[in-house]
């Protein structure tokens, strides 16, 4: 099985510090990350700063701390297994679809790569 990583970059005009729609997409997006955390922990994974990433179980969230200002991006590691793929991944694109429901301007690209080609599918 090949690695499948989920993607999402995020355009945005910077607002001025507490822009409640920012701040609302921002906190949508930790919600998502602590629900990748849990995700993990209900599995028995140990998640802490070391540990992020467990082959062929998938990652925590990965954010590009040297995105430019107006961008944000991310990146999470999918299971190989299937089931636990479908239920990441459902739950990852409904919590990024209400994520970009609080930011009207916000323009979310999400996609699927998969494979050393790496294929991209388009997903939001």
């Known amino acids: ?18 822009a409640p729609e920012l701040d609302a997409m921002f906190d949508v997006l930790d919600e998502l990350a602590e629900r990748i955390a849990d995700f993990h922990r209900a599995a ?26 107006g961008n944000h991006y991310f990146w999470i590691v999918l299971p190989d297994e299937r089931r636990a793929r479908t ?7 409904a919590t990024l679809s209400r994520a970009r429901a609080t930011c009207a301007e916000a323009v979310f690209s999400v996609s699927l790569e998969s494979g050393a080609a790496s294929q991209t599918i388009e997903l939001l």
């Not at 239920?87 to 694109?93: A, K, Q, R």
């Open 1 to 18: 099985m090949k690695r499948e990583r989920l993607t999402c970059h995020i355009c945005y005009q910077p607002l001025e510090d507490g």
């Open 87 to 93: 239920e990441l991944l459902g739950d990852i694109l």
């Open 44 to 69: 028995g994974r140990v998640v802490d700063d070391f540990s992020t990433d467990w082959p062929g179980h998938g990652s925590l969230m990965t954010v590009n701390s040297d995105a430019p200002s």
